[in-house]
């Protein structure tokens, strides 16, 4: 049986929630990021490739990109509250500029298009109150569109603070007999396979997407003890799971792939995967050394390349995977080989990575699916460098 648009179910995977929809399934290339009164954003639209590159001086604004990008797949996790709060609260967030007529309403509005689906949230503060969390953000408005384009027939699911309406085969809108929370996003709280089956849909996709900002490589860091010998396609966030997880792409992934990355990182080493007792650890066969050295052993520089290994490379690609500061700790001699790793994991998953390192971001530009995005501070906001009113059309958000 398929639905209006034509998906198969069980090529959804629906009737299986818990697996994941990957690009196997759906594949959902992003191509614009539309991001208003966040942080230093007062409003800006991002268009977007396969590879992408986001660049710009120091507090230009590159990390409240990426932060904006997982506050949208939080929601559809369920973790919309809690990421807002570990950032400072809603006051935090917001945008802290002039409005333009100072009597605008706050809102914090994210969003993004794809051929597949155009999804929208709009937070605002709640009435006031006497409760202790009077200053949580409330869901003004969320909405998705079937596809790219932001119409009222294409229009599917319609959330406006506490009531959803669903539209069903044949055009016709249903309200949704319940009250869903105020400070959560329909997609976390509503499920309906037969009429709403985008919700389910987007919300999978969503949720495979992966961040990556900064891995632990500290003397205490969990990358350096042994792993459980469990099978592993993805790689914790803390790494605990690494020796896992590359024994994991040697069996049933990209091996020659991850031989190939280590040999080009560091000339003539070998990785080897050393198991016993229920657990696993790392170990690396460089030549000179007369023995092989473990994960405890390891320079910082080469444990974190080995985990950026680990997670690009897995069996289990996610349809969007965001990098922040990938070459944090490594030497400049390392950069093209990551840049390479990062074209590799481009070819299953759309890569967006933040950086401001000259030699990275040139050896990415030099690929032909990268598109630059460099950002700049005009008057205290972060702006598209060179970008005009041109590049800046095409998203309109919905109304509250």
Same mark, same amino acid.
């Given at each position: 049986?398929?639905?209006?648009? +034509?998906? *198969?179910?069980?090529?959804?995977?629906?009737?299986?929630?818990?697996?994941?929809?990957?690009?196997?399934?759906?594949?959902?290339?992003?191509?614009?990021?539309?991001?208003?009164?966040?942080?230093?954003?007062?409003?800006?639209?991002?268009?977007?490739?396969?590879?992408?590159?986001?660049?710009?001086?120091?507090?230009?604004?590159?990390?409240?990109?990426?932060?904006?990008?997982?506050?949208?797949?939080?929601?559809?996790?369920?973790?919309?509250?809690?990421?807002?709060?570990?950032?400072?609260?809603?006051?935090?967030?917001?945008?802290? +500029?002039?409005?333009? *007529?100072?009597?605008?309403?706050?809102?914090?509005?994210?969003? !993004?298009?794809?051929?597949?689906?155009?999804?929208?949230?709009?937070?605002?503060?709640?009435?006031?109150?006497?409760?202790? !969390?009077?200053?949580?953000?409330?869901?003004?408005?969320?909405?998705?569109? *079937?596809?790219?384009?932001?119409?009222?027939?294409?229009?599917?699911?319609?959330?406006?603070?506490?009531?959803?309406?669903?539209?069903?085969?044949?055009?016709?809108?249903?309200?949704?007999?319940?009250?869903?929370?105020?400070?959560?996003?329909?997609?976390?709280?509503?499920?309906?396979?037969?009429?709403?089956?985008?919700?389910?849909?987007?919300?999978?996709?969503?949720?495979?997407?992966?961040?990556?900002?900064?891995?632990?490589?500290?003397?205490?860091?969990?990358?350096?003890?042994?792993?459980?010998?469990? !099978?592993?396609?993805?790689?914790? +966030?803390?790494?605990?799971?690494?020796?896992?997880?590359?024994?994991?792409?040697?069996?049933?992934?990209?091996?020659?792939?991850?031989?190939?990355?280590?040999?080009?990182?560091?000339?003539?080493?070998?990785?080897?995967?050393?198991? +016993?007792?229920?657990?696993?650890?790392?170990?690396?066969?460089?030549?000179?050394?007369?023995?092989?050295?473990?994960?405890?052993?390891?320079?910082?520089?080469?444990?974190?390349?080995?985990?950026?290994?680990?997670?690009?490379?897995?069996?289990?690609?996610?349809?969007?995977?965001?990098? *922040?500061?990938?070459?944090?700790?490594?030497?400049?001699?390392?950069?093209?080989?990551?840049?390479?790793?990062?074209?590799?994991?481009?070819?299953?998953?759309?890569?967006?990575?933040?950086?401001?390192?000259?030699?990275?971001?040139?050896?990415?530009?030099?690929?032909?699916?990268?598109?630059?995005?460099?950002?700049?501070?005009?008057?205290?906001?972060?702006?598209?460098?060179?970008?005009?009113?041109?590049?800046?059309?095409?998203?309109?958000?919905?109304?509250?």
């Amino acid at each position: 049986m398929r639905n209006r648009n +034509g998906y *198969n179910w069980p090529e959804l995977q629906l009737l299986n929630a818990s697996a994941p929809i990957t690009h196997r399934t759906l594949r959902t290339l992003i191509d614009q990021i539309a991001i208003s009164g966040y942080r230093s954003i007062k409003s800006i639209l991002l268009r977007l490739g396969q590879l992408n590159i986001v660049t710009g001086a120091n507090g230009s604004g590159k990390s409240n990109v990426y932060r904006a990008l997982k506050l949208i797949a939080d929601a559809a996790a369920g973790r919309l509250a809690e990421s807002l709060a570990r950032e400072g609260g809603f006051s935090s967030v917001r945008w802290a +500029g002039q409005r333009s *007529n100072g009597k605008e309403p706050v809102s914090l509005r994210l969003g !993004f298009s794809s051929h597949s689906f155009t999804y929208c949230l709009d937070l605002g503060l709640p009435i006031p109150s006497s409760s202790a !969390f009077s200053l949580d953000p409330e869901m003004k408005r969320e909405c998705v569109w *079937n596809g790219p384009v932001m119409d009222s027939k294409s229009l599917c699911a319609d959330r406006r603070n506490s009531t959803l309406r669903t539209r069903a085969a044949g055009g016709r809108w249903t309200e949704v007999d319940l009250s869903l929370s105020r400070h959560a996003s329909m997609l976390s709280d509503y499920a309906d396979p037969f009429n709403a089956p985008e919700l389910i849909v987007l919300r999978e996709s969503l949720r495979t997407w992966r961040f990556y900002d900064t891995f632990r490589v500290d003397s205490k860091a969990p990358a350096r003890r042994p792993s459980i010998a469990s !099978f592993t396609p993805v790689m914790s +966030g803390d790494g605990s799971d690494m020796a896992a997880a590359l024994q994991t792409i040697i069996e049933i992934g990209d091996h020659d792939g991850l031989y190939r990355t280590i040999d080009d990182a560091f000339p003539g080493s070998r990785i080897r995967i050393e198991t +016993g007792d229920s657990v696993m650890q790392v170990a690396l066969d460089q030549p000179g050394i007369l023995r092989v050295l473990t994960a405890s052993e390891l320079s910082d520089g080469t444990l974190r390349f080995l985990l950026l290994v680990a997670a690009m490379l897995t069996p289990r690609p996610p349809e969007l995977m965001v990098l *922040n500061e990938p070459e944090n700790s490594l030497h400049p001699d390392l950069l093209p080989a990551l840049a390479r790793l990062i074209q590799l994991a481009a070819e299953n998953s759309q890569v967006i990575v933040v950086s401001h390192n000259p030699i990275l971001v040139r050896e990415l530009e030099q690929d032909d699916r990268c598109i630059p995005i460099k950002l700049e501070k005009d008057e205290g906001a972060t702006v598209l460098q060179d970008g005009d009113l041109l590049s800046q059309y095409g998203w309109k958000w919905p109304s509250r």
